[in-house]
């Protein structure tokens, strides 16, 4: 577990190392806080850390590709009660809260879509309890 004060690129050392082996892994995208590490990344594991950086001189917003793809991982995840805040107090709990969400997402993606004439693809409504008036 790494302090709240420290810099993403402090916490990328800590991270990688931990990850499991991940034959496929070849390109990491990443912000201009990263150039201090590319080429120990790429000694270390042998991946190549890209950064994505802003057009020199332009002013306002400017979409720069790949980087959206976090963020929305990011919006994802902030849908779960459980994620929505840190409730957690134990970073594996947090972590395997992530994972439960990110297979349920998985998962969901894999059911086929509501089809209102193929009851084989029908997907279960779920029903809103009727209050009795009072």
């Known amino acids: 577990m790494l302090p709240a004060d420290g810099q993403d690129r402090d916490g990328a ?12 892994l070849a390109v990491i995208w990443a912000d201009g806080a990263y150039p ?11 991946w190549v ?8 001189g ?13 963020e929305r991982t990011f919006g994802w995840l902030g849908r779960y009660r459980r ?3 840190d409730y957690e ?19 969901r993606r894999l059911t086929p879509a509501r089809d ?5 693809k029908r997907r279960s409504k779920r029903r809103r309890k009727c209050r009795k008036p009072r």
């Not at 201090?36 to 270390?44: L, M």
């Not at 850390?49 to 802003?54: A, D, G, K, N, S």
């Not at 107090?89 to 998962?107: D, F, G, K, L, Q």
């Open 13 to 24: 050392k800590a991270l990688l190392p931990r990850l499991p082996d991940l034959p496929r």
């Open 89 to 107: 107090c134990n970073p594996a709990s947090s972590e395997a809260w992530i994972y439960i969400a990110m297979t349920h997402r998985m998962a």
């Open 116 to 120: 209102p004439d193929n009851r084989l």
């Open 36 to 46: 201090a590490i590319v080429d120990w990344i790429q000694v270390t594991f042998g």
């Open 58 to 70: 332009v002013k306002g917003y400017v979409h720069l590709p790949h980087r959206w793809i976090v």
């Open 83 to 85: 994620l929505s805040k």
């Open 49 to 56: 850390l890209t950064t994505v950086l802003r057009p020199v």
